[in-house]
């Protein structure tokens, strides 16, 4: 009797000893399971943080006169600068506008075309501000190709202004090699300078 007893104890232990073993296997699976969720993770918000940087000019949703006609809206004035770029990942245009001593800087959200954004002050002092018109130019998408071909890399942002008494763009492209601004001619397209930048 006391041999029946004695096996069915040593039975049960070699079976729990079994099942705590595998249960600690299921443990070790779970938490790599984790690990690599967790790295996939960060691979992923690295890509899309990267992603959020950049723009594709065919996934621009407001086109700039009509965000010129919204800032206007706002603040009636001529422009002095049209800037598109992304602002803490929401892509916007930032529009300067004057009128008399009186400036205004609106933002324009891209995704609905709505002022998130106004800020204004008189000017004691004016310079001698040129107004810019955006039909005088090349489009935006014309300007960011021509970059493009200058430099391999995505659109991080654009800008439209009076430089120097110049009419141009300044285009900012990114790759993995670092980032490039090239200005261009707003009227003809053509390439002025182009700075790297690492």
Known sequence: ??????????????????????DQDDHDDHQEHAQKTEQKSD??????????????????????????????????????KIEYKNDHGEWVYEIGLFKGNKEAEIKVSDK???????EQETEHEMDNEKAIQYQDAISFKE?????????????????????????????????????QEIT?????????KQDHDN
């Not at 069915?8 to 079976?15: I, Q, R």
């Open 143 to 179: 300007a960011v190709k021509k970059a493009q071909k200058k430099y391999d890399g995505d659109l991080k942002q654009w800008q439209l202004s009076q430089d120097d008494g110049q009419f141009v763009y300044e285009i900012e492209l990114s790759s993995k090699q670092g980032e």
């Open 184 to 192: 261009l001619d707003a009227k003809s397209g053509d390439v002025l």
């Open 112 to 118: 609905d075309n709505k002022v998130i954004h106004k």
């Open 43 to 80: 691979n992923q918000s690295n890509a899309s943080s990267q992603n959020m940087t950049t723009q594709n000019v065919n996934k621009v949703k407001t086109q700039p006169e009509d965000a010129i006609k919204t800032a206007q809206k706002s603040f009636d004035g001529d422009v002095k």
């Open 1 to 22: 009797m006391r041999f029946k007893v004695l096996s069915l104890l040593l039975s049960t232990g070699v079976v729990l000893a079994a099942c705590g073993h595998d």
